[in-house]
């Protein structure tokens, strides 16, 4: 059975950092693309992040280019989420997703075969 945990989450002040991990299992082989959503209350579940099987593809959403970078470890099947300079309205809870197959629209939350349970991420002004 394939399980993605996330970890990492917690309540920090605004300019804090945080990283995030994501350790996936049941599954053998590398996973093609892997991303991170976020999902505030009252809100629909957005793209943060997404990374490709090498390493060298990676996406952003633009309200976090520039703060948030997305790495991987794939010995480990692991994905990272290094969140810098972090402000109120990233809080959210942090869901990781994976998918075995090439993904042409990583922004896409329907594109996902796998996702994890989300860890929450809270941000103080």
């Known amino acids: 059975q394939v399980q993605l945990v996330e970890s990492g989450g917690g309540l920090v002040q605004s300019g804090d950092s945080l990283r995030l991990s994501c350790a996936t299992s049941g599954r053998t082989g590398i996973w093609y693309t892997m991303g991170w959503f976020r999902q505030a209350p009252g809100k629909e579940r957005e793209f943060v992040a997404a990374?490709?099987?090498?390493?060298?593809?990676?996406y952003y959403a633009d309200s976090v280019k520039g703060r948030f970078t997305i790495s991987r470890d794939n010995a480990k099947n692991t994905v990272y989420l290094q969140m810098n300079s972090l402000k109120f309205e990233d809080t959210a809870v942090y869901y990781c997703?994976?998918?075995?197959?090439?993904?042409?629209?990583?922004?896409?939350?329907?594109?996902?075969?796998?996702w994890g349970q989300g860890t929450q991420v809270s941000v103080s002004s």
């Open positions: 990374i490709r099987w090498n390493g060298r593809g990676t």
């Open positions: 997703a994976a998918d075995a197959d090439y993904i042409g629209a990583v922004r896409s939350t329907t594109e996902y075969d796998y």
